[in-house]
């Protein structure tokens, strides 16, 4: 119910689930009519689960919604735009007829669920979300992918961007590209790809809300990106590595490709590090104060915090 946010301003809600682009790309022909991709039994089952929430939030009828505190704030969309290969012939033009065709109503030719049929303040928009590599600016270019994907959109977006903290190493490197964990305090890639967001946000007029991903670093994530991904069990959805866990860190294999040969660790994906050992869980932020514009204190450094 309403009151059960507590006086809480809630901006807007989602589900913990995306398409997978990297599959269902190769699907998705020159429009919407000629496109393979709702065929696939994968997709089938998402847009059917998508179609049932949305009739449980807007019933559309004297019944009533079953969550009315959602039923007046916008969805948002979850899709990991990390997904898409590079190496798809015509990678660009397919997400883009992709982007259409999910935003198009089904009576005009396209793939449109009943989310998108909502209107004013519960209007629901897209959730890109992007892995940013190590070298991003030779291997993915954060600013001109989100650029490119703005141009296409019907509906407004919110843009998740996670960047990883690992750096070129020389000795003990953790992985075959030498890469190794930053310990050190910086603001500037996180920055940068806010800086990107409201860049591209003020030159096309359809980003509603950047978010980082994420808060600290999740040793159980696996490879996956910030959203499970629609796959036709809940065995192929895990995506976890075969070594590493809380105690034990994916250092050596945990990883996938993006954009033109970049490689992201998305457990090492946090702005905050995260360590255990034995009974004690430590936190440590990876950037100070002034990322978020204060004013110099002292070192302008955020402690190291533990707890048992």
């Not at 899709?79 to 992709?98: G, M």
Request: with cysteine; charged share 20%.
């Amino acid at each position: 119910s309403a009151g059960a946010l507590s006086g809480v301003q809630m901006a807007a809600w989602t589900i913990d689930l995306s398409l997978d682009l990297k599959w269902l790309l190769p699907l998705v022909g020159n429009d919407c009519s000629t496109s393979k991709i709702t065929e696939d039994e994968s997709f089938q089952k998402y847009i059917r689960l998508l179609n049932s929430i949305h009739r449980w939030v807007h019933p559309g009828s004297v019944n009533g919604s079953v969550a009315p505190a959602l039923a007046e704030r916008p969805f948002l969309l979850p899709l990991d735009i990390s997904r898409v290969s590079w190496y798809e012939p015509e990678f660009q033009k397919r997400l883009n007829t992709f982007i259409q065709c999910m935003s198009t109503d089904a009576t005009e030719g396209g793939w449109s669920t009943t989310v998108f049929t909502a209107s004013g303040t519960s209007r629901a928009k897209w959730l890109l979300s992007f892995a940013v590599p190590v070298d991003q600016y030779a291997t993915y270019n954060f600013y001109y992918q989100l650029r490119n994907i703005t141009s296409t959109l019907r509906e407004n977006a919110v843009i998740m961007a996670g960047t990883q903290a690992l750096e070129r190493g020389g000795m003990n490197p953790i992985n075959s590209v030498n890469l190794r964990e930053q310990h050190e305090t910086d603001n500037t890639k996180y920055q940068d790809l806010y800086k990107d967001y409201d860049a591209v946000r003020v030159s096309s007029g359809k980003l509603d809300g950047f978010i980082y991903d994420e808060w600290s670093d999740d040793w159980d994530r696996g490879s996956r990106g910030p959203f499970y991904l629609a796959k036709d069990t809940l065995e192929q959805m895990k995506q976890q590595c075969m070594d590493g866990g809380r105690f034990s860190h994916d250092i050596k294999g945990c990883s996938r490709d993006v954009g033109n040969n970049g490689q992201v660790y998305p457990e090492y994906f946090g702005m905050s590090s995260t360590t255990s050992q034995v009974f004690t869980h430590c936190v440590e932020p990876r950037f100070n104060q002034s990322i978020f514009g204060e004013a110099a204190r002292g070192t302008n450094v955020i402690a190291k915090h533990c707890a048992e």
